[in-house]
């Protein structure tokens, strides 16, 4: 019986071979026939993957300690119309939890109507910046806090009238108090709505628990956007470390706003702008400073064709001979990069 079997074994074994011969491959007849039918390592995507890095937790600076207590009055601060000269506009008109912590709006409108000329930003993971706003104009969230208040197309508030105006609620003098031991003051304004702005972070995406181990996180089409990301598309030349963003400053093509110049002065600098992460960016539409482009369908087709025209613009990017199907991919994988955003509600205002 045992013979007969083995007889058997060999003589399929023998068909096989002979199958696989005459199909291709002559030079590789000592293959196992059983070799093809294991599940092939891409090393491709295991050498793109290696390239990515969890985002982490975000900074706390040692002069502003993050408590419950003060996120929670960050939080009043920041849902708070009385903030603004009209009491009309709160940090939430623009940077809306309903619509990603931004507008929705190609460029914002602020004061009485003002047609900005910068699209608002979403607030998600901004704590994770070197440097915030677009030209990177201010050095942390506790800077960047007080500049829409007293800015005049903004919320066209006086620093020194907001304090007078808080100290007079004392649901406030109370908060404060209770908070920093202290009165109502420009500083511990920022502070707080600095602090709450740290715990609006998207860091656990579909991308993320793929890097950390689950296959099925993200879709095929999502893990050939990322093979495209870092290869053929190299969007990681700028879009790079955990928060996906070289926190460099680079000019896209795109003409009318001197960006970064406006900060240094230097020539070179005109037309550029810091390179946002990408985390939550699905749900952040419309993209860049101008909020001119609506779509990540958009935003890909505009590097396929290497970008716009403008003396300054960055060699990096050139035309990228993405296919239809490679350009999904690349849509894919940003979506990958979406995750829950974080659900605030508009708290009660201290009267
Ligand atoms: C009228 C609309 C408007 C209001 C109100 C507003 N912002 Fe903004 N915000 C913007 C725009 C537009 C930008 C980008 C401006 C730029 O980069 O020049 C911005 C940028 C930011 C950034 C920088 C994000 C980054 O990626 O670096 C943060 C943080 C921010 N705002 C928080 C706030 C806070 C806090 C308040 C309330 C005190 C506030 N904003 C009020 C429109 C607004
Ligand atoms: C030369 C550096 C550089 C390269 C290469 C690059 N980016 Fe960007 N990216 C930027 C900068 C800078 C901005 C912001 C530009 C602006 O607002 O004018 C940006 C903006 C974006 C935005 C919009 C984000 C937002 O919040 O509005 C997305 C999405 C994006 N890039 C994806 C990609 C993809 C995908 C690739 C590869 C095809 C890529 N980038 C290649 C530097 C770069």
Not at 95 to 109: E, M, N, T, V, W
Not at 131 to 138: I, L, Q, S, T, V
Not at 314 to 340: I, N, R, W, Y
Request: charged content about 25%; proline content about 5%.
């Amino acid at each position: 019986m045992k013979s007969m079997k083995l007889l058997l074994t060999l003589l399929f074994s023998a068909m096989f071979l002979a199958a696989c011969n005459t199909k291709e491959d002559a030079a590789a007849p000592e293959k196992e026939p059983t070799a093809t039918e294991e599940p092939e390592v891409d090393a491709e995507l295991e050498a793109a993957k290696a390239k990515f890095e969890p985002l982490g937790v975000v900074a706390v600076p040692a002069d502003n300690e993050l408590t419950d207590e003060k996120v929670d009055l960050g939080q009043m601060l920041y849902f708070d119309e009385r903030l603004s000269g009209n009491n009309k506009l709160s940090c939430a008109s623009c940077h809306a939890p309903a619509a990603g912590y931004a507008d929705g709006l190609q460029k914002f409108i602020g004061f009485e109507g003002f047609n900005g000329p910068r699209n608002s930003p979403s607030i998600i993971n901004s704590a994770y910046y070197k440097e915030n706003f677009w030209d990177g104009r201010a050095g942390s969230l506790e800077e960047q806090a007080v500049g829409p208040i007293q800015a005049e197309g903004e919320m066209n508030q006086n620093l020194g009238d907001l304090v007078t105006e808080l100290s007079a609620i004392p649901g406030y003098v109370e908060e404060f108090n209770k908070v920093f031991n202290d009165k109502v003051t420009a500083d511990n304004i920022a502070k707080a709505i600095a602090s709450f702005e740290r715990t609006i972070v998207v860091t656990d995406t579909a991308f993320d628990k793929y890097l950390a181990g689950d296959e099925n996180a993200i879709s095929a089409d999502a893990k050939e956007g990322m093979k495209l990301f870092v290869g053929k598309a190299s969007c990681i030349s700028c879009h790079a470390g955990p928060l996906l963003s070289d926190h460099n400053y680079h000019n896209l093509g795109m003409d009318g706003d001197d960006g970064r110049f406006a900060v240094t002065n230097n020539e070179n600098d005109k037309g550029k702008f810091r390179t946002p992460g990408l985390r939550g960016v699905a749900h952040t539409g419309p993209y860049m400073h101008d909020g001119s482009l609506a779509t990540l369908e958009d935003v890909v087709n505009y590097y396929n064709v290497g970008g716009g025209v403008h003396p300054n613009k960055s060699e990096l990017l050139q035309p990228l001979s993405l296919t239809d199907e490679e350009v999904k991919h690349l849509v894919a994988f940003l979506e990958s990069l979406g995750g829950e955003v974080p659900e605030v509600e508009e708290p009660e205002l201290p009267l």
